[in-house]
């Protein structure tokens, strides 16, 4: 058997292995433009505060948060898992926030369950407002 590169002095075949996993990690993250240490697009507009319709909302599923507009110039965020059995939520209509999983469903001002089979409400979400732009965190 011919081996095509010595692996260094006092190095076991664990220390090898794990190195190799270590730098196989570090490429698949260098792939998806990421370290695994931050969150992506943290600080960067969610949305402008005209996407979102007074007396309603839209989902983000990408970031699994909901965001709605109870009254005119008040944004709220919940997390867009629903608490009954962590489907996303799909929809916000009629003023509620809709789990297409088993119909529950959550009010737009403060995510408290109006239907259940949930029993708990949506947690909410930081969200802060910049001239037209909503921004999560």
């Known amino acids: ?3 095509s590169s010595p692996a260094p002095a006092g190095a076991t075949r664990r220390t090898v292995v794990a190195t190799a996993g270590v730098a ?22 969610l949305a402008r505060t005209a996407d979102i319709p007074v007396g309603g909302g839209k ?14 110039g008040q944004f709220k965020a919940f997390s867009a898992v629903c608490t009954h059995q962590g489907c996303l939520v799909k929809e916000v209509t009629n003023g509620t926030i809709v789990c297409p999983c088993h119909g529950s469903t959550f009010s737009i001002e403060d ?8 029993t708990k409400p949506l ?11 909503l921004t999560l965190g």
């Open 1 to 3: 058997m011919t081996h």
């Open 24 to 45: 196989s990690l570090a490429a698949v993250l260098a792939a998806c433009g990421g370290s695994g240490g931050e969150k992506k697009g943290e600080s960067e507009a």
């Open 59 to 72: 989902v983000f599923p990408d970031r699994k948060v909901v965001v709605t507009q109870p009254t005119k």
């Open 111 to 118: 995510g408290s369950v109006r239907k259940d089979p949930a």
């Open 123 to 133: 947690p909410p979400e930081q969200i802060s407002v910049s001239g037209d732009s």
